[in-house]
Nanobody, 118 residues
């Protein structure tokens, strides 16, 4: 069983930045791909960014440029830096473990709310 705990969400003004964190309960081996997904009210959950254990990253074309995913395998942490936040970035952001660069794995965190509003 893998437990994932996200943190770092909150209320931020448009144009601001946030850094989300995800703490994993398991050792992050070289076989583990992790990702960030988000779900806005009434919308399907979508992939924001993913990263392999060796550091290869993937961003959907529509989200390239403002999001940066990183990980620290020794600390069992996953991060998402978001710049130039927009109201449409408002969503619950979820950490995911065990998938591929473009498909989620079986383990999810509980999510952290990001609200972009003035």
């Amino acid at each position: 069983q893998v437990r994932l705990v996200e943190s770092g969400g909150g209320l931020v003004q448009p144009g601001g930045s946030l850094r989300l964190s995800c703490a994993a309960s398991t050792i992050l081996s070289r076989a583990d791909t992790m990702g960030w997904y988000r779900q806005a009210p009434g919308e399907a959950r979508e992939l924001v960014a993913s990263i392999t254990a060796s550091g290869t990253t993937y961003y959907p074309d529509s989200l390239k440029g403002r999001f940066t995913v990183s990980r620290d395998n020794a600390k069992k942490m996953l991060y998402l830096q978001i710049h130039s936040l927009r109201p449409e970035d408002t969503a619950v952001y979820y950490c995911n473990w065990g998938g591929t660069l473009q498909n989620n794995g079986p383990y999810w965190g509980q999510g952290t709310q990001v609200t972009v509003s003035s």
